[in-house]
């Protein structure tokens, strides 16, 4: 299993730094490819102060076809690829939907043909659990219909899958996987990492604590009217370290496992739902602040509720989510108390 090389996508974003960590503590070798149009590849310091291995980034636009060749003619063998790499702001995808479609397709479309001529046997893709829409039911099963997609961001998603099911269908040499993340929270525990985008954080968590901190005034939460036990919304939140490992673990699956179909679909989320204001109670209580928050209207592309049944994940990956909704809070406090220099 060690010598396998694994491209990851998108390395110096949340989500992939942190999968970086797992990786490489699982005994794989990593190639981080990012533009960092959303990140800052120092990330990679606090990879290496955690694991001690050293990666350079390989600073490319994915969605560029040239450049997108160029690299892949230079970087050698390749044994599978993780894409995180994609804009993901639900509300900007609004405001700007072929900036999201023009990112988010072409990338994956240039990975693909790569994938076609390399040979590439494995390809897992960041999907998201933005494509199940205003579910009919909850929670929601890899088997749940999909419905209309409420924003552009999440129609790139639904494309996503539909793209790599198209291509898996016809590619026998390579296998691929589709996570659909519920809502990745919290930071590696020793904070050397964490949630640190460029562009304005727009997700709950890190909202919840540049508020705390003071880099933002107040934070508003948006909808106090839906249908959900306190009005606010509600969604399935997954510590990012958890969610690290499903992707080790996927991995895992097929490189081990002959027989896993050609295109699989893994929901992963812890499997409950927390409200919006279950989740600013939690971090006041935690971590003893105060913070600055008010009601404000519904936001364009929010959907209601939705959670994730993940028996399927527990099942075939062995995937076992096990930090709860305050160690989330503790965490992404404890990275921000660092990232902000306060300790
Ligand atoms: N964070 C979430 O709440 C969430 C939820 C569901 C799904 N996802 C998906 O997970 C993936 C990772 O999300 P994240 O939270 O780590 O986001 P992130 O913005 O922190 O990381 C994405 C990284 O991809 C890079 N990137 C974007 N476009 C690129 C391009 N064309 N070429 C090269 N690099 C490019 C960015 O610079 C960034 O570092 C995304 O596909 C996202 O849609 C995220």
Redesign the pocket.
Known sequence: MSEKRILV??A?????SHTLVDLIENGFEVIS???????DDAILEGVKMITGVHIDNHN????HEEASDLFFEGIGQIDGIIH?????SVGESVEQPLKYYQ?NVN?LINLLRAVKKYQIPYFIF?????VYGNPESLPVTEDTALQYAESP?AYT?QIGERIIQDVAAIEQQSKFILLR?F??AGAHESGHIG?Q?INKAS?LVPVITETAIGKRDKMMVFGFDYPTRDGTCIRDYIHVMDLAHAHTLALVRLIENEDAPSCDIFNLGIGEGATVKECIDAFIRVTGRTLNYEMAPRRAGDVVAVYADNTKARNLLGWFPSKSVDEIMLSAWNWELKRSKVI
């Open positions: 996508t998108g110096c974003g949340y989500i992939g490819v990012d533009n960092l149009d959303n990140a490319v636009d994915l969605s995180f790499a994609a804009h993901k990112n990338s960041s999907s998201s659990c933005s961001y998603k993340y809502n990745p949630e985008p997700n």
